[in-house]
């Protein structure tokens, strides 16, 4: 795999060529060395983090500091991929200017490409100022965590007419408003089709069905590495808990029963100065 970096006109260019976009979440440098070996094109630095490896209830507590730091662990890992920023809850919603400040923290601070946001209709100025600005939006619609406590609950979108046109209309403002790409996060194969009909940015789906330009999902989900519960949309590639609590478990009783660490994991003098050592010791 080239180790060119990637640009959002190759995204550009994935869609044109119905080559389909990948994505994956990446908290850490060993994960993003990962992701970017096995060529995925987007790594993003998901607020999940506040669940997945923070442990926290939901994607609220994370904090600016917070994610920049982690987005700073991804950016040390990454030659190829493009890294997005995902803005944490408050970042963005407070004002325009607040909006564009953190922002730039991604990408001055953070090392990221583009920044993530939540949200549609209402976010429309709050992008178009980002992106005014200089710095790439990635739009989310569909199940926004983030205030997904306000509408329905983590159920999905878009199984009835009048949401389905409002998830519809906000895909339509984030375009107009300038994103280079719409993530659509559960929300009914039907509404993914006609929002494809609809606008011309590339579509990432989480939960979203095939019809998007690209898929995208969370590392520790993909990997079986967080099992609070496993969303209906998620594939386990791998079974890594199960690993690596086996590695563990093997580790405790091998130290436990000697076995652990061997000869071959010890260093040892060379013979003559072993000799050297025992006579000093023996002239004390
Ligand atoms: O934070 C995240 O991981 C996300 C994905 C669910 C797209 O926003």
Redesign the pocket.
Known sequence: MEKVKLTISDIFRMKEEKRKITAV?AYDYPTALLADKAGIEII?V????SMVVLGYDS?IPITMDEMIHHCKAVKRGVKRSLIVG?MPFMSFNVGKEDAIRNAGRFIKEGGCDAV?L?GGVVMRDTVKAIVDAGIPVMG?VGLT?QTATFFSGYKVRGKEAVEAMRIIRDAEALEDSGVFLI?L?SITTEVTRMIADKVKVPLIG?GAGPDCDGQ?L?LHDLLGLFDRFVPRFVKRYANLNEEILKALETYREEVQKGIFPADQHCYHMDKSEFEKLQESIKKK
């Open positions: 979440t993003l998901g607020d999940t983090c994607t995902d993530k939540e989310h965590p993530v996060e989480i995208v969370v």
